[in-house]
């Protein structure tokens, strides 16, 4: 006669596993407590991680607009004075290298000098411009220039 012994479980076969590590959730009290994840807050943080980053990708092209607007704006103010200066009257032969002052006449003309703004005393007689340099391939260095030009 043979003897099967039965064991007697008392949990139900559906609720028991052969692989309890695969589970979703803690199958004894020692194990490690399994949070499911909020997908929606994990979304709204990579969501607001994205957003941060571009908008300070986009700070920083707006930067390098401005960069590039204020460069063309140098250049534009460039060529504006140095047409006055090659249209304007002068009694020398500019020198590159040394400084000169671009003055507006009361008659609308220009003209260069070697004589600072400050140099003229209290009755200067034209229309303070720009302070200028001659470069040595003949094109001009603004130093300054006045709110006028």
């Not at 003897?3 to 199958?27: F, Q, V």
């Not at 200028?132 to 220039?145: N, P, Q, R, Y």
């Amino acid at each position: 006669m043979e003897t099967e012994i039965k064991n007697n479980n008392p949990i139900h076969p559906d609720k028991i596993t052969e692989t309890p590590h695969l589970l979703p959730y803690a199958h004894h009290v020692g194990s490690a407590i399994i949070k499911p994840l909020d997908k929606g807050k994990t979304k709204g943080v990579a969501m607001k991680a994205m957003y941060q980053q571009t908008e300070q990708q986009l700070h920083q092209i707006k930067e390098q607009v401005e960069t590039l607007i204020k460069q063309a704006q140098a250049i534009h103010d460039r060529i504006s004075i140095s047409e006055k200066i090659y249209k304007a009257d002068c009694g020398f032969k500019p020198v590159p290298g040394y400084v000169y002052y671009l003055y507006q006449k009361k008659d609308q003309t220009w003209t260069i000098s070697m004589v600072a703004p400050l140099e003229w005393g209290r009755n200067i007689p034209y229309t303070y411009l720009a302070k200028v340099e001659l470069l040595a391939d003949h094109t001009w260095k603004i130093h300054e220039k006045s709110d006028d030009i």
